[in-house]
């Protein structure tokens, strides 16, 4: 479950309400170009502008059009433990197979308060977590010894780590590499994370091309070295591309320049810039992916 191309899928919206028959086509273009798994309701799905009810609607779609093909894991984390033991208690009932759980954000819990609250979610609902350090939108780092403690509960299976710190990931392989499975949550240095132990990615590039993105965990694990580094680094330009502006603002426009969804977006977040979009469209170009 926890390894390959698993995608962070956008949650595509259509006047304001979520574009139910976009979302579904976009899940059959996941599998149909072996994505491993599906998170949907992650940040590239804009879930801290979801309401309740869309949340949870997003996963119940996301289950049903799957429908055990591949796994499901499902955002369900927040910055207060009780909605995310609401969310993830949902998520079980629908049928998830794991749930994927960020650091909370803007309170800043110590790593105790990290320790506590991700503890609470496993008590409450016992379905698999995967842990998700971003610090970069949450403003709290979770250190390793942190991710060791969690590790030994049986619950915690899996961690998505943002901090861009390879140093720090590896300091995880060493303390609980038996108990977790790494995984990056940056596209640009997925094949670093491969090198230390990694499984895979959570992507937000495979969005747009999931089966180079697919490919090239593929080629690590099958100890096809030299490809895996030659198609990581065809990605490179793609990869940053994404990043041009804030996720998902980029991948969800280029989606629409592929005509896979529309680019709206919740606010606050807006349209790309007329530069930006126009550096993002040379790229797709180079790509093939728009004509």
Known sequence: MFKGSIVAIVTPFKNGKIDEDAFRQLIEFQIENGTSAIVPCGTTGESATLSMEEHNRVIDICIKAVNRRVPVIAGTGGNSTKEA????????????????????????????????????IAKAVSLPQVLYNVPG?????????????????????AIKEASGDLAQMAEIMRLAGDNITLLSGDD????????????????????????????????????????????????????????????????????????????????????????????????????????
């Open 85 to 120: 033991i609401e969310l993830t208690a949902h998520a079980k009932r629908a049928g998830a197979d794991a749930t994927l759980q960020v650091t909370p954000y803007y309170n800043k819990p110590t790593q105790q308060g990290l320790y506590e609250h991700f503890r609470a």
């Open 188 to 291: 640009n240095i997925t094949l670093p994370v491969l090198s230390i132990g990694g499984k895979g990615v959570i992507s937000v590039v495979a969005n747009i091309a999931p089966k180079e993105t697919a490919e090239i965990v593929s080629a690590w694990e099958n100890g096809e070295i030299n490809k895996a580094q030659s198609l990581f680094v065809n990605m490179t330009l793609l990869c940053q591309a994404m990043f041009y502006e804030t996720n998902p603002i980029p991948v969800k426009t280029a989606l629409a320049m592929m005509g896979k969804c529309t680019d709206e977006m919740n606010l606050p977040l807006t349209s790309m810039s007329e530069t930006n979009l126009n550096r993002l469209k040379d790229v797709l170009r180079q790509y093939r992916l728009i004509s």
């Open 137 to 157: 939108r949450t403003s709290v780092n979770m250190l390793p010894e942190t991710v060791a403690r969690l590790a030994e509960l049986k619950e915690i299976v």
